[in-house]
């Protein structure tokens, strides 16, 4: 069955730096384009970043570009999210999450638009 296993998340001074991972199997994920979508304590889900299946295109909130960097490496099955200059909003449970249908961008949190995510992990910027 499919599965997504995020990790990395942590507690982080503003202006630090975090690594995510997501773990993926159960599906030819080199067929798949990835997202990054995250949850702030009380908010939406808020779409962060997506790579297409081959990784040689991202894409970014407007938040986070110039900040975050997402990229994968098929060979291991794993989506990456390098977080730099962080700041405190931008704390929130990241999730990676899979699009219901193959080599298609998703740019978007809408719940349809995935059929898999992960279980999230917990990225907490503070002093």
């Known amino acids: 069955q499919v599965q997504l296993v995020e990790s990395g998340g942590g507690l982080v001074q503003p202006g630090g730096s975090l690594r995510l991972s997501c773990a993926a199997s159960?599906?030819?994920?080199?067929?798949?384009?990835m997202s990054w979508v995250r949850q702030a304590p009380g908010k939406g889900l808020e779409w962060v970043s997506a790579?297409?299946?081959?990784?040689?295109?991202?894409n970014y909130a407007d938040s986070v570009k110039g900040r975050f960097t997402i990229s994968r490496d098929n060979a291991k099955n794993t989506l990456y999210l390098q977080m730099n200059s962080l700041k405190p909003e931008d704390t929130a449970v990241y999730y990676c999450?899979?699009?219901?249908?193959?080599?298609?961008?998703?740019?978007?949190?809408?719940?349809?638009?995935?059929?898999?995510w992960g279980q999230g992990t917990q990225v907490t910027v503070s002093s």
């Open positions: 999450a899979k699009p219901n249908l193959p080599f298609r961008v998703v740019r978007t949190a809408t719940r349809s638009e995935y059929d898999y």
């Open positions: 159960g599906f030819t994920f080199s067929q798949y384009a």
């Open positions: 790579v297409s299946s081959g990784g040689l295109t991202t």
